[in-house]
DNA sequence: GTGTTTAGCGACCGATCGTTCGGACTCTAT
DNA sequence: ATAGAGTCCGAACGATCGGTCGCTAAACAC
């Protein structure tokens, strides 16, 4: 049973340029910067036609995080699987990751990153979405870090630093060999320490 | 001659009582988050009253700033400079680095590493001055790294790396932890990679 | 055809935003 | 005593905030 009437795809695609526009916005002015008014404004829309998408501004900002982390995990997460546990994956996570850093398609840079920041210290549903993914990410590296005999606690801390240092490197100083710096410094965590 | 009549011992103490509150919440909401209703209310103010010792909002959040990066420097950069120019004072200004970051005095961790990724894309004033700090502490790592012998570029890439993974690690994932992790890290990115 | 469902609009709501202004008040210098 | 400087308040400004409501128009089922 199609339970949607008047164009079904129009709506969709209404919906997923909203979602577009809006972390487009979020890596630049942050979450909290995302404003139906402004966002109305630049799509041609109304606020209500924005807005009805998503019911309050908090189910626009977790729709925003969730397109990104679906694209974080196609785009990182999912092509890493497919190499041998330990090592192999763990070296094809990073560099996925710092490529995919420096390449977000996003116009302010990784909103992950950025809303690790903003909300670390609040509560709601924002937070603990954001919270979670980042947990979901150590605990992926710290399985396949299990697999090496490594100092699980210690790499794991070393490699979370990489990720964070190429955004703020490439954001803040410009510097485009970010990702390789950080390529080669998770090498020698792998690597060099064992 | 004192430019300042009614009391300027008084309005000195409310101006850093402000300044104080407002890096309070800037450290949990974000600099963008400070308003001057809800810092006037937190003060049992008036907005014009709080308003007026900074002429704009930007004001405030520059004064802000200027606040926390003299703390910094009084907490982690003086300090440091007492001992010997190379590795004792690059270990130094770690080690004093992530045990600010452990502790910095207010309740939503370092402003000064929030506001980086708050304002690393955007522009005006915040921007410039935080831009400026982070570009003051770079050269200030990479001028000692050049007495050390190591690859100044990935060096630095490495240290600067640790100070957001700790914050990262206390804020948002609880990590106490973190400075000892840190420490270590700089200890074999300084020494094993001789 | 008729009826139902729904995307989106336009008008509006109370609250809050940053900012301005004038005045009340307090202190200092003369 | 008087004048001036400066702190702070209270009221108000236009703009914008997130959100609600009723409506229209279009697509569907029948």
Known sequence: MSLMRRSAV???HTRDTIIAKAAAIASVDGLEGVTIGRLAADLAMSKSGVLGHFGTKEGLQL???DRVIADFRAKVVEPA???DRGLPRLTALCDHWFDYLADTGLPGGCLLTAAAVEFDTRTGEVHDTVAELWNDWRRLLRAELKHTGLDVDQCLFELMALGPA???AIQLHGD????ERAKRAARTVLLVKA
């Open 63 to 65: 729709a925003a995080i």
């Open 10 to 12: 129009d709506a969709q």
């Open 176 to 179: 485009r060999k970010a990702p």
């Open 166 to 168: 190429v955004n703020q």
């Open 81 to 83: 699987l497919t190499r």
